[in-house]
């Protein structure tokens, strides 16, 4: 059974940052391109960004650009979105995926590319 967890969610103010942590069971993420988005209430899924497979290249959304890092820890089996200089725009409901498909350095940030799906973790930023 496959399961993939998210955590680190919070509370946080304008400006500040968290870390949100994605590990799994019955998968080696190590193994998958892995991308991470966000549902806000009343809007639809958007991607946030991507990490591939083999270079650990990263793609963003332009929003987060500059604000946001995706990495691994191969060790772990973990893969993390570092958020800084967060904003009251960025409050959602993070989640992260796996895309079963693997393509040399790449990595999509379409979500119906993605069929491992974690349940998700809250954010929210305060102003």
């Known amino acids: 059974h496959v399961q993939l967890v998210e955590s680190g969610g919070g509370l946080v103010q304008s400006g500040g940052s968290l870390t949100l942590s994605c590990a799994a069971s019955?998968?080696?993420?190590?193994?998958?391109?892995i991308g991470w988005f966000r549902q806000a209430p009343g809007k639809g899924r958007e991607g946030v960004g991507c990490i591939t497979v083999n270079d650990g290249s990263t793609r963003y959304k332009d929003s987060v650009k500059g604000r946001f890092v995706i990495s691994r820890d191969r060790a772990k089996n973990t893969v993390y979105l570092q958020m800084n200089n967060l904003k009251p725009e960025d409050t959602a409901v993070y989640y992260c995926?796996?895309?079963?498909?693997?393509?040399?350095?790449?990595?999509?940030?379409?979500?119906?590319?993605?069929?491992?799906w974690g349940q998700g973790t809250q954010v929210t930023v305060s102003s």
């Open positions: 019955g998968l080696t993420l190590n193994n998958y391109p």
């Open positions: 995926a796996a895309d079963q498909l693997v393509i040399p350095n790449f990595c999509p940030i379409a979500d119906y590319e993605y069929g491992f």
